[in-house]
């Protein structure tokens, strides 16, 4: 039975994927000294980096000893939903308008991007990706949304809702500036996210920056997702 040290809850995930790895015959211990490795949230404080027996973060440096449980593909593909789902309830929050028939733009078409149409067809099926990968476009079109190019972004268009996922600058001054002026534009991508936030403010634009949803809004359901991560990579690595 292997045992593990929790130092820091403040990530809400960290507590139920404690949980679930208990139930799984994992022991949780009160101190580093009696344990086989260490559990941390995702983008932990560097002073919790530091300890001798193996640790399990997210969105951390992998080194000798150090296993990043983000990086894991499954890992990955199961949260891609659980942001998707949490985009949707910021939207339906956020606007007066409702998503029903609403013109949807989503900016990249990846795990999170792929999961977001899938969450937003029973709302509207006026939906638009904006992508660049040639293969990436035909897969979307023949799930059946419209497809435009990143440089098409500049052309004024009746999107009431526009999700990024791109995590590098998409929404500049030309593009903002197309966006109708009720629209709601949420970026989902990792630092440093896909929007001038000098020009947003400026121009008045509703915008949300929206990072780490899972932890916030379904954080059981993630601790879970990061559990059973970590229970693979210690199968795996033979730990």
Same mark, same amino acid.
């Given at each position: 039975?292997?045992?593990?040290?929790?130092?820091?809850?403040?990530?809400?995930?960290?507590?139920?994927?404690?949980?679930?790895?208990?139930?799984?015959?994992?022991?949780?211990?009160?101190?580093?000294?009696?344990?086989?490795?260490?559990?941390?949230?995702?983008?932990?404080?560097?002073?919790?980096?530091?300890?001798?027996?193996?640790?399990?973060?997210?969105?951390?440096?992998?080194?000798?000893?150090?296993?990043?449980?983000?990086?894991?593909?499954?890992?990955?593909?199961?949260?891609?939903?659980?942001?998707?789902?949490?985009?949707?309830?910021?939207?339906?929050?956020?606007?007066?308008?409702?998503?029903?028939?609403?013109?949807?733009?989503?900016?990249?078409?990846?795990?999170?991007? =792929?999961? *977001?149409?899938?969450?937003?067809? &029973?709302? @509207?099926?006026? #939906?638009? $990706?904006?992508?660049?990968?040639? !293969?990436?476009?035909?897969?979307?079109?023949?799930?059946?949304?419209?497809?435009?190019?990143?440089?098409?972004?500049?052309?004024?268009?009746?999107?009431?809702?526009?999700?990024?996922?791109?995590?590098?600058?998409?929404?500049?001054?030309?593009?903002?500036?197309?966006?109708?002026?009720?629209?709601?534009?949420?970026?989902?991508?990792?630092?440093?996210?896909?929007?001038?936030?000098?020009?947003?403010?400026?121009?008045?634009?509703?915008?949300?920056?929206? =990072?780490? *949803?899972?932890?916030?809004?379904? &954080?059981? @359901?993630?601790? #879970?997702? $990061?559990?059973?991560?970590?229970? !693979?990579?210690?199968?795996?690595?033979?730990?």
């Amino acid at each position: 039975m292997l045992r593990f040290y929790s130092p820091d809850m403040s990530d809400k995930r960290v507590f139920f994927a404690r949980k679930t790895l208990e139930k799984s015959g994992f022991s949780s211990v009160k101190n580093e000294r009696n344990a086989d490795f260490i559990l941390l949230g995702v983008n932990p404080k560097e002073e919790f980096l530091h300890f001798e027996k193996p640790v399990f973060a997210g969105n951390v440096e992998e080194k000798q000893g150090i296993f990043d449980y983000t990086k894991s593909e499954v890992f990955a593909l199961k949260n891609a939903y659980l942001t998707a789902e949490a985009a949707l309830a910021l939207a339906i929050e956020n606007s007066p308008v409702s998503l029903v028939n609403s013109g949807i733009l989503i900016c990249g078409y990846g795990r999170i991007g =792929r999961a *977001l149409k899938r969450y937003i067809e &029973p709302f @509207s099926r006026d #939906i638009t $990706v904006c992508l660049r990968n040639e !293969n990436f476009a035909c897969v979307a079109e023949y799930e059946g949304a419209k497809t435009i190019s990143f440089e098409e972004l500049k052309n004024s268009a009746d999107y009431q809702f526009i999700f990024n996922t791109v995590p590098h600058p998409v929404f500049n001054e030309a593009e903002l500036r197309a966006l109708k002026k009720d629209a709601l534009l949420i970026d989902l991508a990792s630092f440093p996210g896909g929007i001038d936030e000098h020009y947003a403010k400026a121009l008045n634009i509703n915008y949300i920056t929206a =990072r780490g *949803l899972p932890g916030k809004y379904s &954080p059981e @359901s993630a601790g #879970i997702i $990061v559990a059973n991560t970590i229970k !693979n990579i210690i199968d795996k690595e033979g730990l």
